[in-house]
């Protein structure tokens, strides 16, 4: 089944403990991306890849780190958590065969509280 | 760089009832326009999109939304909606020139609420 799998779907931790955020797609698509979802904000992009190792900034990269090392993983770090980086988070993939009109397929979320 | 404006931030609905869902956008280049829907505790699926051609387009679940470059706007439709599609729905743009793999623009979510 075509999925991109995130972990951990929850998760509660303290300001300055450093976190990873898993991403993993299984349909060999070149493009990921992380955004984060706000009320009232809607989604906002973080970082993005578009391939093994070629990453760039999104809309809110302050406070995170990316890595893309495999095609299939696109980690999302918080190097040291503050509470404004509560939130929910989606991992996303697609393949650029398509173009920008392709359809992103999104991960289920994780949500993280930062105390 | 463009943006996306989903005025109503929730619309409730009786069952069976038609229902629009309202999205502007403004971009400086040709776009392409999706709509996306969040149902609880799930990620994001697509809906439907416009990337060129005709501009009623049709979706899954019997939604459809119309392209109107003149208004610059994409609202979704559905004529009798249905308890099951209680749902967050986001429109969404992406930038048709750049590109950026698919870096989509979000509007900030309409709250579709369908009540018996």
């Known amino acids: 089944e075509a999925q991109v799998t995130q972990n951990p779907r929850y998760l509660i931790t303290v300001t300055g403990k450093k976190l990873t955020v898993t991403c993993s797609q299984n349909?060999?698509?070149?493009?990921m991306s992380w955004y984060r979802q706000d009320p009232g904000l809607g989604l906002r992009q973080i970082y993005y890849s578009m391939n093994v190792e070629v990453t760039d900034k999104g809309d809110v990269p302050e406070g995170y780190k990316v890595s893309r090392k495999e095609k299939r993983n696109f980690p999302l770090i918080l190097e040291s958590p503050s509470p404004n980086q509560t939130s929910l988070y989606f991992c996303?993939?697609?393949?650029?065969?398509?173009?920008?009109?392709?359809?992103?397929?999104f991960g289920e979320g994780s949500r993280l509280t930062v105390l | 760089a463009q943006s996306v404006t989903q005025l109503d931030s929730q619309v409730p609905v009786f069952e069976e009832a038609p229902v629009e869902l309202r999205c502007n956008y403004s971009s400086s280049v040709s776009v392409y326009l999706f709509w996306y829907v969040q149902y609880p505790n799930q990620g994001l699926q697509l809906l439907l999109k416009y990337l060129s051609g005709s501009t009623l387009v049709k979706g899954i679940n019997g939604f459809e939304a119309e392209f109107n470059k003149s208004q610059t706007s994409f609202h979704l439709r559905k004529p009798s909606v249905h308890i099951s599609d209680t749902a967050e729905y986001f429109c969404a743009v992406s930038d048709r020139v750049t590109g950026g793999g698919n870096k989509l623009t979000f509007g900030t979510g309409t709250q579709l609420k369908v009540e018996l």
């Open positions: 349909m060999n698509h070149e493009y």
């Open positions: 996303a993939s697609n393949t650029l065969a398509g173009g920008p009109g392709g359809e992103l397929f």
